[in-house]
């Protein structure tokens, strides 16, 4: 069953185009990965999903809600509030808010957007901190953790308001190398009970393991797409094989078992 599907989809910012006619199927309770080179139009492409980007032109469906783009009209509220709550978004940089512990951070879009008291939204966050090993760490405040432990809670806090799809941005690239590991077993074992996941990034080994399907995006174009062994292994893509051969030395094959 496909969840999400992208038709055609274009991206301009300032007159550059960044995303030149995307095509792209993700299947329910799949992972897709997205690798590519800086400034390839991976992250625009990861927000045009959940509309943080409002694309240029053509078709974003996402289990019932379909939305064409001209650029000449305005989303309809109704169809963005729709795509926005199916999405769960983890950002590079945690987005924590520092004046919250822990669990006030995964109540705070409970109690807010979907107005559950407090007592439920509690409940909820607590079994999701300690589903990503934090639970002892509830009362802590973003800057008594440590980043590993910061992006973790940001993980649970997408997860609180039950999506449909979670959305990566990047989620290791800020930590500390040691720190790595325990962000990618998280998102390893979510990938594990099914949850449908979109993700970019850079760790190569955990693409490998984990994805059913790799997108290697250029220049806002995909050049590649398939299973990890299609992709890494067995490319005749002759981009995709020198991008590979580039990150080959890199410090980037994590060990989150």
Do not use: W
Not at 61 to 79: C, E, Q, R
Not at 147 to 157: D, E, S, T, Y
Not at 222 to 247: A, C, D, Y
């Amino acid at each position: 069953m496909i969840q999400i599907k992208l038709e055609q989809l274009h991206k301009h910012f300032h007159g550059v185009e960044v995303l030149k006619g995307i095509d792209l199927s993700v299947q329910k309770g799949t992972t897709t990965v997205i690798i590519g080179p800086s400034g390839s139009g991976k992250t625009t492409l990861l927000r045009c999903l959940n509309l943080l980007e409002i694309p240029d032109q053509g078709r974003l469906t996402l289990a019932d809600t379909s939305i064409s783009f001209t650029g000449k009209s305005k989303v309809n509220y109704a169809s963005l509030m729709s795509i926005r709550k199916q999405t769960g978004m983890v950002f590079q940089n945690y987005n924590l808010f520092p004046h919250l512990t822990a669990l006030g951070n995964v109540m705070e879009g409970q109690v807010i957007v979907q107005r559950r008291s407090k007592s439920d939204a509690r409940g909820q966050s607590l079994q999701l901190l300690d589903k990503v090993g934090l639970r002892d760490r509830a009362d802590s405040y973003p800057h008594e953790l440590s980043g590993g432990q910061q992006q973790r809670v940001g993980i649970a806090r997408a997860m609180a308001l039950q999506p449909e799809v979670l959305l990566f941005d990047e989620p290791t690239s800020a930590l500390d190398p040691e720190l790595v590991g325990e962000v990618l077993k998280v998102m390893k074992d979510l990938s594990a009970e099914g949850m449908t996941m979109v993700i970019v990034t850079h760790e190569m080994a955990f693409a490998k393991e984990v994805a059913d399907q790799v997108v290697f995006i250029d220049q806002g174009v995909i050049m590649e797409r398939g299973s990890p062994e299609q992709v890494f292994e067995l490319s005749k893509n002759e981009r995709t094989m020198q991008f590979l051969r580039k990150i080959q030395g890199r410090p980037m094959f994590t060990n989150f078992s």
